[in-house]
């Protein structure tokens, strides 16, 4: 098995990594997330997008996007530390980190086979479904229900501390 930080990929060299899996034949799947602290939720969405295809391609938010999304305090961890933590994973093959608010971009230049997004999205609420319909990328919505999360993670922590 490979080491974690060799999964994690510049942009520039992924593309040439997964044409050479798509000449074998080989179903690229794409998902994409900030992991600002690695839970349950995010295992069971990435091993449900896998489920998918041969290849999981994981893009994760860098630091200046995630704080644009998420607000003032995050990321928690900062975007080396997530992409390690994320390629750790046993069914993740590659990590790019990207900074754009949407993934359309990479969808663009990696042209998948599938776009994964958890469950808290619905087919039409995936903010890059268009890219994907006109590429032909067929968009797949896995995991479990969206009970958990990050922010409510940090939350039980907050109050845990109180106690």
């Known amino acids: 098995m490979r080491e974690a930080a060799s999964k994690i990929v510049p ?3 992924l593309g040439s990594k997964l044409a050479e899996h ?3 034949g080989e179903r690229i799947v794409f998902s994409n997330g900030c992991f600002d602290t690695l839970h349950v939720g995010h295992v069971r969405y990435l091993e449900g997008a896998r489920r998918e295809g041969d290849i999981l391609v994981v893009g994760v938010n ?3 996007s995630v704080r644009h999304l998420k607000g003032p305090g995050r990321p928690v961890l900062d975007e080396n530390a997530r992409a ?3 390629a750790a994973l046993r069914c993740v093959d590659y990590v790019v980190l990207f ?3 949407t993934v359309q971009a990479l969808l663009e230049e990696l ?3 599938v776009h994964a997004k958890g469950t808290d999205y619905t087919a039409e609420t995936v903010p890059e479904r268009a890219t994907a319909a006109r590429l032909g990328i067929r968009v797949a ?3 479990d229900p969206k009970d958990h999360s990050t922010r409510s993670f940090f939350e ?3 109050k845990a501390a109180h106690d």
Do not use: A, F, N, Q
């Open 99 to 101: 900074s754009e608010p």
């Open 141 to 143: 919505i896995v995991g």
């Open 111 to 113: 042209r998948p086979d």
């Open 156 to 158: 039980s922590l907050r």
């Open 62 to 64: 860098d630091d200046s």
């Open 11 to 13: 942009r520039e060299v």
């Open 84 to 86: 390690l933590l994320v």
């Open 22 to 24: 798509k000449r074998r």
